[in-house]
Every structure is written in C-alpha cells, then in structure tokens.
C-alpha cells in the first residue's frame, strides 16, 4: 500500500508530463475502439444486408443445388421437413422460396429479373419487408399481384396498379410466360436487389414455372448459434437427399472479404499502438532517468530494488489506469451514440458503396467485445514500457547515483 502511495504523489510530481502521458493513452483508445466498432459495425451490416434481406441464416436444398441452381432441382414441399427443423429450438421460422430468372418486358422496354416465390408471413418475419414498402402494399398469402424493386421500377418506368410481363423457363422444360399485376414497389436494402428483384407469393410463382408444391430452397431464421445448429439439423435430415448450408458456407467470399478486412484494421490498431508505445516508453525513460539520484538515496537507506521495480510499473499501470478509464467513460457513450445513428453516406461514395452491392451506410456497433482488448493491449504496452527502465535501475551503483 506503501509503494501505491508513493507511486501515486510521483505520478504529480510533473502534472504535465503525467496528463500528456494521459491523453496520448486516451487518443489511442479511442481511435482503436471507433476504428474497430466501425469495422465490425460494417461486418454486421454486410452480413445482415445478404443473410437477413436475402439468403437467411441458414437454407436447406436439393443434394448438389448449390452447384447447379437449376429450375430443373427442385423439392417437393413437405410438411415433415418443417417439422424436424423447427424442432430445433434455435430455428425460429423456416419457410419456403421457388427463385427463378425471367425477361422482363413492358411496352417499350425489357430487363433481366430475378423472381423470388416467397411465403409472405416467413419473409416478413426474416427482414420485416413490408417496412420496405413504399409505394402499394405488401403480398398476402392469397395475392395474386407482385413486389417490384425501386430500381427495377424506375428502371422500366412502372408503378403500382401498371402490367408487367415475364417470360422464362419453367419446370422441366415447360415455357413460363404470365402478365402480372403490380401491387407495390420496395426499397431493398441490397443495391443488386433493388435493381433486379420481384417478389411473389410461392402458389403464385409455383403456377408461373408449372411446379405445383415444388421449391429451391428452405430458408431458415435462426436466432443463436447458427454453425452449431446448422450441423444439428444436418444429422437430423437426410443426407442423400439433402443439403444443409450455413450463410457462411452459402457466401465464402463475403467471409473472406470480411477475415482480409478485419486483418488490415488490426495492423492499423498495431501501428498505432507501437508509435504510441514509443512516446510512452520515453516518457517513462525520462521519468526514470531524472530520479537516479533519488534512487541512489533510496538504495542507500537500504530499500531493496525490487520496491522500486514494483513502483515504477505501479506507476506505469497507473498512468494507462486512467488513460484507459478515461477513455471509456468518454467513448462508450459515444459508441451508442453512433451505433444508433449511422452515417448515411450520399454521392460518388455512395454509389461506389452500391457497386459493390453494400448499402451505403457505415454502421458501427458498441459491442463490448471490441473495448475489452484495447485495456488489456494498452497493460500490456505499459508493463513492456517498464522493462528497460528496471534494468536501466538494476545496474545503478548506489554511490554514483547519489552523487550524480
């Protein structure tokens, strides 16, 4: 307890120099937790964008549909397969979807779509769609109308209550051709989407490519755990018959786009904290150098080194102490702050954004996950800042060091 107090009233013995020590340790906090909220706020975005507002956390195929999404690779709808994965209790909803590509075509113009045979209640429950709405309304389980993207809309210059007509390929060579009637135009969070997609009802889409009660895929909303209970429902279907795929699994390259990423943020937070490292490191040198006479007494009187040891990295713990503490009594709040209002971006940075099919948004998360280990690296950093300093006060000699 001593030592602690010692180390305390050395701390402002130079109160410029401690609270310069101080604010170096608070910026680099900061920084790093705002720069790794903003990247994993952008992960979760990116994911939540093609899982949630597409893929879903989970889906359930044909063997082998994955490699061929073929409208030819289809399965019959049953009953007893919902059954069995909704008894898993992680999976909240599992519904069906028949997707298939189609022309679009109006009077003057015509366009390559997407078309997304849907359960509307399922779908809804997965990415809250009919939020999305708006122009007309959304599907209903007897609706006959269709959903169009905002993109495809302008693109085609439509509008709610206009005709549209879709040509493609049916079930096992059958021709698909069938004029609909638009009853609501969306904003879909996913650029490519938005440019490209026609949502309707299954019965609906199922009559358009003549396979009654068939579909492409189950999609599974899954709330916890999603590898764990993706491999659970795996052994719990059959396997010949069947494919079980994660989102992870279902887009690699988003995985490895995100793994690439989050690498490239850690070595920026590793830069920093070196160069911060460094001006820490200086001024616990100088702060060491300048007490050798002080030491030397200390030594005399018969105070053994180790005390010393001990209170010069009490004093460096106290310095990040309170750097740290600072730093997150001043950025959490920030961090909920932004995590609620995110930053919506407008113009050529925009669209560049959207190129990449990622809404134009930077999301960041306040996640305590990402403020945990910037404490622990910054205790680290201090103790290592330590080290040269106790061997610089190990080789002193008592009676140089008194009379320099």
């Known amino acids: 307890m001593l030592i602690t107090k010692i180390a305390w009233r050395n701390l402002w013995r130079n109160k410029r120099r401690t609270i310069t020590s101080i604010s170096s340790i608070f910026f680099a906090v900061i920084l790093a937790i705002l720069m790794r909220s903003l990247q994993e706020g952008s992960y979760q975005q990116m994911i939540d964008t093609a899982a949630r507002f597409y893929m879903g956390y989970g889906q359930i195929h044909m063997k082998g549909y994955w490699e061929d999404k073929s409208i030819n690779n289809l399965i019959e709808d049953k009953a007893d397969i919902r059954k069995t994965v909704l008894e898993n209790p992680n999976v909240t909803e599992v519904f069906g979807r028949l997707e298939t590509y189609a022309m679009a075509a109006t009077d003057s113009m015509t366009k390559g779509v997407m078309v997304v045979g849907t359960e509307p209640k399922g779908e809804n429950q997965l990415c809250n769609l009919s939020s999305k709405v708006i122009e007309g309304e959304y599907l209903s389980d007897d609706s006959k109308a269709i959903l169009i993207g905002e993109g495809l809309a302008k693109y085609l210059q439509l509008h709610v209550n206009d005709t549209i007509a879709l040509l493609g390929q049916g079930y096992h060579g059958a021709s698909a051709a069938e004029l609909f009637h638009i009853g609501g135009i969306i904003k879909h969070p996913n650029p490519q989407m938005n440019n490209q997609v026609i949502y309707m009802t299954l019965p609906t889409v199922q009559h358009f490519v003549s396979a009654d009660n068939m579909i492409n895929t189950y ?140 809404e134009a948004v930077l999301q960041f998360t306040a996640n305590i996950d990402i403020i945990l280990p910037q404490a622990i690296n910054m205790f680290v950093i201090m103790i290592l800042c330590t080290l040269y300093p106790i061997y610089h006060v190990s080789k002193l000699k008592t009676v140089e060091a008194i009379h320099s």
Request: glycine share 8%; charged share 20%; proline share 2%.
């Open 219 to 358: 999609i599974l909303n899954i709330n916890n755990d999603i590898d764990q209970t993706v491999v659970d429902i795996r052994n719990t279907i059959s396997k010949e018959d069947y494919e079980v795929m994660s989102w992870s699994e279902l887009s690699p390259e988003m995985v490895n786009l995100i793994e690439t990423d989050r690498a490239g943020g850690k070595l920026m937070i590793g830069i920093l904290y070196v160069v911060i490292a460094f001006g820490i490191f200086s001024t616990i040198l100088m702060m060491t150098i300048e007490r050798v006479r002080e030491f030397g007494i200390l030594t005399a009187v018969g105070m053994e080194r180790f005390k010393i040891y001990k209170m010069l990295v009490t004093e460096a713990l106290m310095i990040g102490g309170i750097g740290i503490a600072v730093s997150y009594l001043i950025g959490y709040p920030i961090l909920l702050y932004m995590e609620s209002h995110p930053i919506y971006l407008s113009g050529a940075q925009a669209k560049a954004m959207e190129d990449m099919g990622m």
